[in-house]
DNA sequence: ACATATCTGTTAACGACGATATTAGCCCTG
DNA sequence: CAGGGCTAATATCGTCGTTAACAGATATGT
C-alpha cells in the first residue's frame, strides 16, 4: 500500500496525484460509455481505448472491473451530492424532505444507466451504505422536530425504498405510460409513512422534548417503575 | 414461424413436444444455476452442459442467451402465479389486495436473483407488462367498490413500485438490518396512497417524544456520559 | 416405398472479453 | 553515472457468446 503523498486532500484539483488524476480520466470514460452504450459497453478495452491507456492499467488502479465500476458508481453518487446540494431548512424539515426525495428521483432518471449500476442489483455496497447514512443525518432534524412517525433507521429504508422503487418502475415503462403523477403520489406516500402531522414536541431543544416525553411518559409499559423513577429524574433536569 | 402442435395446451405435461420438454429441462437447470450461484454461473456452457447437450443446440430453442433469460424470468413468474394464485375476494377487496402485495414480495425475497433478473434493470420486458395487467384486473374490482382513490394504471404503477422497492432494498440491507416494519410500512403506504381508506392512525404515544429527546439529546450537558449513554438505550426502547 | 425436406444436435472455430505474467521504459536518489 | 523502484506496454491465457458446417433422425409428399 504506497502511503498517499496528499493525506490532507488540499489543492484536490490542480494539485492531485498524477495516479488520482489518470483514475479520474478514467472514471470520467466509464461513465461516459456507460450513459452512453449501456452497461455492456463499458469494458476494459474500451475504458482504456478511450482514456488512452493498455487495460492492465486499470488493474493497477481499481484491482478489476467491479472496483471499477464500484469506483464509477462513487464518483457519480458524490457528483450529484456536491452539484444538487440543499442546505438544511430549519423551518420545515418535511419540506425539506420532499425536496431531497424529488433530488434524489430526478438524479436517477436523469443517470437511468448510472442508476442501474448503483442500486439495479440488490447488494449492500458502499454507495447504498452511504445513501441511507446521509438520509439519516436529515431525518435527525426531523426527530428533533417531533415530526417522525418511526424510528430513524427505518424511516430512513422507507425514503430510499420508495424513490427506488419510483425511479427503476418510471424508466421499465415506455414514454407514453409515464405520468409525473406516480412521483408525486409515492412521494406523498414516503411522506405520511414517514412523519406526523401534529408535532409529538411544541418548544424546542431537548428541554422541550424532555418535558413532552415525560408528560407521555405514564403511556408506556416497557421500561419498569424503578428505570422510569430514575427516567423521571432525568428528564426534570433536562427540563430546567 | 412453426405452428404450435399442442395449440390448447391441453396434457401439457406428457403429451408436450419434445422441443418443448427440451426447453423446460434447460429453463430448469437454468434457473437452478442463477439462483444457485447468480447471473453470472448462468453461462450457454453451463446451461448446456448441466442440460446435457452442447451449447449450440441453447440457440435453436432460444435464440441467443438474452432469449434464455427471457424465457427464465416468464417461466419463474407463471410458476409463482400458478403456486400462489389467490381467488377473488368480494368482500374486501382491499385485504386482496394487501395479501397480493405479501405474496409479490415474498416471492422477490424467496427468489433473489431470479427477481433481480426480472426487475433489477428498468426495461419494458414482457414479464413487467405482464405483472401489470394482472395487477390492474383486480384493480377493477377495487374500482367496482368505489375503493380507489386514482385511476387504475396509475394505482398499478404504485403497487408495482412499491413492491419493487421493498424487496430491492430489503435485499440490500444486511440481514440483521432487515426489520419487517420496512415491509408493512411500505405496505399501508400503498394501501393509504391507492385506496380511499383512511390511514389508521395509531396513538402516537411516547415514542414520538422519545425519538425527539434522542436526536438533541447531543446539545445537552446535564446528564453524565454514562447517564446519557443509558438514556440513550431506553429511549431507543420507547421509540420501538 | 422411396426420395426429399425439416428438425435436432453435434463438432469446430471465431472474435471479444476479463485477467495476468513478463518485459521494456522512466525517474529519482546516491 | 549506476541502480533500484515505479509505470506502462507486450504478449498471452482461459472463458465467454455466437456462428458455420455437417450428420443422424424424423416427418412429409408423391
Redesign the interface.
Same mark, same amino acid.
Given at each position: 500500500m504506497p502511503v498517499d503523498p496528499n493525506p490532507a486532500g488540499l489543492a484536490a484539483e490542480p494539485g492531485a496525484t498524477a495516479r488520482e488524476q489518470t483514475r479520474r480520466r478514467i472514471i470520467d470514460v466509464a461513465i461516459d460509455l456507460l450513459e452512453r452504450g449501456g452497461r455492456d459497453a463499458v469494458t476494459t478495452r474500451a475504458v482504456a481505448d478511450a482514456a488512452g491507456l493498455q487495460p492492465p492499467a486499470l488493474y493497477r488502479l481499481f484491482g478489476d472491473k467491479e472496483g471499477l465500476l464500484e469506483a464509477v458508481a462513487e464518483h457519480g453518487f458524490t457528483r450529484f451530492l456536491a452539484a444538487k446540494h440543499i442546505g438544511p431548512d430549519p423551518q420545515d424539515p418535511i419540506r425539506e424532505l420532499r425536496v431531497g426525495w424529488d433530488i434524489a428521483v430526478e438524479f436517477g432518471l436523469a443517470n437511468?444507466a448510472l442508476y442501474?449500476l448503483m442500486?439495479?442489483?440488490?447488494?449492500? $455496497?458502499t454507495v447504498?451504505r452511504i445513501g441511507l447514512e446521509l438520509l439519516t443525518e436529515r431525518i435527525?432534524?426531523l426527530?428533533?422536530? /417531533?415530526l #417522525?412517525? =418511526?424510528? &430513524?433507521?427505518?424511516a430512513a429504508?422507507?425514503i430510499?425504498? $420508495?424513490?427506488? /422503487?419510483? =425511479? +427503476? $418502475?418510471?424508466?421499465? #415503462?415506455?414514454e407514453p405510460?409515464r405520468?409525473p403523477? *406516480?412521483l408525486h403520489? +409515492?412521494r &406523498?406516500?414516503?411522506i405520511?409513512?414517514v412523519t $406526523?402531522q401534529d408535532?409529538?414536541?411544541q418548544e424546542q /431543544?431537548?428541554a /422541550?422534548?424532555?418535558r413532552? #416525553?415525560r408528560?407521555? #411518559?405514564p403511556?408506556?409499559d =416497557? +421500561?419498569s417503575p424503578a428505570?422510569q423513577r430514575l427516567?423521571t429524574e432525568?428528564l426534570d433536569? *433536562?427540563s430546567?
Open positions: 437511468p442501474a442500486y439495479g442489483e440488490p447488494r449492500f $455496497t447504498f435527525r432534524r426527530a428533533a422536530a /417531533g #417522525l412517525r =418511526v424510528e &430513524e433507521d427505518l429504508q422507507i430510499h425504498a $420508495t424513490a427506488r /422503487g419510483a =425511479v +427503476l $418502475t418510471w424508466l421499465s #415503462l415506455p405510460q405520468d403523477a *406516480l403520489a +409515492l &406523498e406516500a414516503m405520511t409513512a $406526523t408535532p409529538a414536541v /431543544g431537548p /422541550g422534548a424532555a413532552a #416525553l408528560a407521555r #411518559l403511556d408506556q =416497557v +421500561l428505570e427516567l432525568w433536569r *433536562l430546567a
